[in-house]
Each structure stands twice: as structure tokens, then as C-alpha cells.
């Protein structure tokens, strides 16, 4: 999904907790079409799984139960490596499959980091069983023909005690679930497992930020109910869809980062470019270098990467694998950022993008892309200096000049 903005938005209110069925439950009561879901989980295991829904009551409120029936004979562990090849073999939209393991990955380094083993290596008994598939498959299929391009989450009540599990009694939350809380809020919420792991890994992995109900306009509510109904406090998770694109003027939102840092002092500084590239292209916000002293008063430098919480764990493991540091420390932030697009400038030889900064509606900033413009230059045997001071004339011709209102249908 791309970051909360424009588009379809869809906020999910977790503070009764979430378990995969339940938030599939809640999309197909939004207007998923339980037919279609069924025919992507089909695509994925072939008649192994059958999905129902009825409507119930759960503390006095309407909801919509998913339930999900395996085949009887299934008694499979897989790994995450397992799960992969069947989603890679499978007949998805590529956004489906896309987004099916990011979820899926991320329950996996979970898993691996508290119990201590590799990722592609750990068997989920949770994850591997066919009602998780049907409900990672079917929440993404779901978001995918609802129209559903970003998504945020309320604090997520994750319970208190303990709980049976197929490692033996477990405090709640469970290990894996606290795992992917890391930078998200949470509260306890009541007694019992309210946020299962599948639950938290959809919401940690397709949401890009933690946050109370959004500004946007809202055109439907989905319900979507858990197993038990609970009196006095009604088992169920919300999904409200809107649409965030025409709301000018709404103040900005701040959205949940990490900032990831280390101190190198012993890597060839001829190879800093290419890390950075790297840690840019596979997702992070921004990655930048500082030159420090360290000890005995050696150079070195700190590499501090702003990376999306979805995206921070492999994140991580990228800088293990580029540099030669051995431990990397972690901020939560918050970051604010303005609305932006692209517009592509004719100038003689080429064209040259600008990227234009506003904030409801009104252009703040409007600049050219160097690296368009240095291409133009060389083609023209010119100074690059002279490309840009006529994408700066082209931009003002064309009205990009702060100040100035954004035409409409480009913001």
C-alpha cells in the first residue's frame, strides 16, 4: 500500500483486540464479496478450505462472522518457506500476493527472533495451518477489491494472563505478538488472548501508521465479529473506509517511524554510496551518513536509516548484511510530511521532473530533479546550472510557484 494520503483509507479500530477472521469478517461486512475471497483462498489451496458468514451479536451490537472450514485431513505444519511457494504458485493479483507475504514474512522474523532460529526455517503452527492462510489471503484479496491503498490502525488491545499454545502455557501476550508490537501502541484491554498473531502481523505488515480515526469522509463501516461474545464489552473489530483525497486544508497527520542507527568505523567509505542506494531502494524513508570521532580518536561514521515500522525489520537485516557493524540501535519517531506528486517540465534537449510540495492544496515548494536535469545538460554539452534555471522558468509558466493553489486533479 502506499503511505496514508489521497485514495481510499481504511482505519481499523483494534481496541477490543484482532484476529485474522475477525478483520476479515469486518471487510466482508464492508462489502467484500465473500465469493471472491473464497476464490482467492481457492487459488492458493484448492478446495481445502470453505468460508461462511453469518450475522451475529456480540454485546448487543450487529456484526459479520467469518468462519473459516479446513479440510479434515489437514494436519500440516509448514514453514514460511512453504507458505511462500504456495502464494508464489498461486493465481493472485499481484498486490494480493504482494502483500500476502509481507504478512506472512513478518510473523515469520517474528516468530524466528523469539524463538531463535531462522526465519525460513520456523514451523508455525499458527501460520501454517489453513485457517491463517485463509485469513492473511482473504483480508488481502479483500483490501484488494475494496479499492484500499493505505490503511492505519487504533491502539491494539492485546489482553492480559496466559494461554494454552503448541509450546506449552504462554503468557499474553504471546511472545510472537509482542514481538511485532515493537513501535505500535498497545493496551491490555481485558483478560484473555485478545490479539492473536495473525491478527498482529496484518495489522503491523498493511498499516502505516498507529493512530486514533483519521481525517476523511467516510462512505461505509464494516463489523466484523470474534468467537466468544463477551458481555459488557462487544468482541468485535472495526474497519471504517474513506477517503482522504478531498479533505483540503486538514491538519497534518503525524505517522509512527523508526529511526535505525549504527557507528562503523572500519568499512572502506568508497562503498557508503552504494549502501545507501540499497537501504533507499528497499523501502527506506531516507538514509543518511555523519561523520563522528570515536574512540582513540578514530573516523567512523553513523548511518542512520528512517524507516516505515512495516518495513523496519527488514530494514534491519539489510544493514547487518551491507555493513560490517555487529549492533543497531532503534528510536520510535514521529514524522509529519507534506503532500507531494510529480510533474514532468519540457525543457529544450529532454524533460525534467519537478516535485511539487503542498499542503491542502497550496504549493510550499517546487524543485527540479537534478539527476533529470544533469542528463538534459550532458546531452546538450551545457552547464547543469543552466537546465535548472529553465526548469525553474518552465515551472513558473506552468504555475508551480508557492503560494499557488494546485490545479485541480494533480494533488
Do not use: Y
Not at 504456495?86 to 499481484?94: F, P
Not at 543518511?288 to 580518536?297: A, E, H
Amino acid at each position: 500500500m502506499t503511505s496514508a494520503g489521497a485514495g481510499r483509507h481504511a482505519w481499523v479500530d483494534a481496541t477490543a483486540g484482532v484476529a485474522g477472521d475477525m478483520l476479515l469478517a469486518a471487510l466482508v461486512d464492508a462489502g467484500a464479496p465473500l465469493a471472491t475471497l473464497q476464490g482467492a483462498v481457492d487459488a492458493v489451496m484448492p478446495g481445502s478450505i470453505r468460508l461462511a458468514s453469518t450475522l451475529v451479536s456480540r454485546a448487543g451490537m450487529r456484526a459479520t462472522k467469518v468462519d473459516v472450514h479446513p479440510a479434515p485431513a489437514e494436519q500440516v505444519h509448514r514453514t514460511w518457506r512453504d507458505v511462500q511457494a504456495l502464494l508464489e504458485r498461486a493465481d493472485l493479483a499481484g498486490q494480493v500476493r504482494e502483500q500476502a507475504c509481507l504478512v506472512f514474512r513478518r510473523m515469520a522474523e517474528a516468530e524466528a527472533r523469539v524463538h531463535g532460529v531462522a526465519a525460513d526455517d520456523v514451523h508455525f503452527h499458527e501460520v501454517g495451518a489453513l485457517d491463517s492462510i485463509a485469513d492473511v489471503v482473504g483480508v488481502c484479496a479483500a483490501l484488494d477489491w475494496l479499492g484500499v491503498t493505505s490503511m492505519s490502525c487504533s491502539a491494539v488491545a492485546l489482553g492480559s494472563g496466559r494461554v494454552a499454545a503448541s509450546h506449552g502455557d504462554l503468557p499474553v501476550p504471546v511472545p510472537a505478538v509482542l514481538e511485532m508490537s515493537a513501535g505500535w501502541r498497545v493496551l491490555s484491554g481485558g483478560e484473555g488472548e485478545l490479539a492473536t498473531p495473525t491478527g498482529m502481523a496484518l495489522l503491523t505488515a498493511l498499516s502505516q501508521e498507529s493512530c486514533d480515526v483519521p481525517a476523511m469522509s467516510v462512505r461505509t463501516v464494516g463489523v466484523g465479529a470474534g468467537t466468544t461474545d463477551v458481555p459488557g464489552r462487544p468482541n468485535v473489530v472495526r474497519v471504517v473506509l474513506g477517503d482522504r483525497g478531498d479533505l483540503p486544508g486538514q491538519p497534518d497527520d503525524p505517522v509512527l517511524m523508526s529511526v535505525l542507527e549504527t557507528n562503523v568505523d572500519d568499512m572502506d567509505p568508497r562503498v557508503w554510496p552504494t549502501v545507501l542506494a540499497s537501504l533507499l531502494s528497499a523501502g527506506a524513508a531516507d538514509a543518511w551518513l555523519v561523520p563522528i570521532v570515536m574512540k582513540k580518536g578514530r573516523p567512523a561514521h553513523t548511518l542512520a536509516v528512517l524507516a516505515p515500522v512495516s518495513k523496519r525489520d527488514a530494514l534491519r537485516q539489510l544493514i547487518f548484511e551491507l555493513t560490517s557493524t555487529i549492533g543497531v540501535r532503534e528510536v520510535a519517531v514521529s514524522r509529519i510530511a507534506l503532500d507531494r506528486f510529480w510533474v514532468a517540465l519540457p525543457v529544450a534537449g529532454g524533460e525534467v521532473g519537478l516535485k511539487v510540495a503542498h499542503r491542502g492544496g497550496e504549493v510550499l515548494h517546487a524543485t527540479p530533479e537534478f539527476d533529470d536535469a544533469a542528463k538534459v545538460a550532458a546531452q546538450r554539452s551545457v552547464p547543469v546550472r543552466r537546465v535548472l534555471e529553465e526548469a525553474v522558468a518552465a515551472a513558473e509558466r506552468e504555475g508551480f510557484v508557492p503560494g499557488r493553489r494546485v490545479r485541480a486533479g494533480l494533488a
